[in-house]
């Protein structure tokens, strides 16, 4: 496939970056500062540099012939996503680009705070520690409900990958999936399941406009 990755500096994004060139796709890494993607050269690899993506006239091109858009954006932290939101702009102007240059396939990383309780999880989860963390980070989390409200809203064949905490592990391809839901017990996943997640769903049809927990 030929595929655009946005928030290809990220460490999901990197790892789509690196797993899509593994599989033999051809990408876009869309990036702000190319120093950062840390993915060597190659054949298959275009690095394009864009400052505003929130800017759809410049994104236009960047989609123009794709097969699909594979979406890592998402904010740094709570703080951040309160000075600037990136995910929700970003994203509006993502799908209505992609509109413009007849792409249709999409996957984007959310979080699992956004779906809905699993059943199986414990009182504990459910009355404290999701609570909390909607609180301590509700801007981040705000961020990634108008990302998400405006990818349901476009006419793109869509896939959200809600992830709980992320770690810098190697991928295992074994994580567990849950189909508009979280993952039952989920508190944790490799950042490279992750990106795994993101690529995968993208030729499995059945994944198309919905919300995917995923979870090792």
């Known amino acids: 496939m030929k595929l655009t990755v946005f928030g290809a500096t990220g460490g999901v994004g990197r790892e789509v970056v690196r797993q899509a060139l593994a599989a033999g796709h051809e990408v876009t890494a869309v990036v702000r500062d190319p120093a950062r993607l840390g993915v060597p050269a190659h054949d298959r690899l275009r690095v394009a540099v864009l400052a505003d993506l929130t800017d759809e006239d410049a994104l236009v091109p960047l989609l123009a012939g794709r097969d699909a858009v594979v979406s890592a954006l998402g904010p740094a932290n709570n703080k951040q996503a309160r000075l600037t939101p990136i995910a929700g ?44 963390l909607r609180r301590a980070l509700r801007d981040l ?32 391809g074994t994580y567990r999936r849950a189909l508009d839901a979280n993952v039952p017990g989920g508190k944790v996943i490799a950042r490279a399941d992750v990106a795994d997640a993101l690529l995968t769903t993208l030729t499995d049809p059945s994944t198309a406009g919905h919300a995917v927990g995923v979870a090792a």
Do not use: C, F, H, Q
Not at 121 to 129: C, F, K, M, W
């Open 141 to 172: 989390y705000a961020d990634l409900a108008v990302m998400e409200a405006a990818i349901g809203a476009s006419g793109t064949r869509w896939t959200v990958i809600r992830p709980p905490r992320l770690l810098n592990r190697p991928r295992t």
């Open 89 to 132: 702009p970003a994203l509006k102007a993502v799908v209505s680009a992609m509109d413009r240059a007849g792409v249709t396939r999409l996957s984007a990383v959310s979080a699992a705070p956004l779906g809905p309780e699993a059943p199986g999880d414990g009182l504990l989860v459910r009355a404290v520690v999701y609570p909390l």
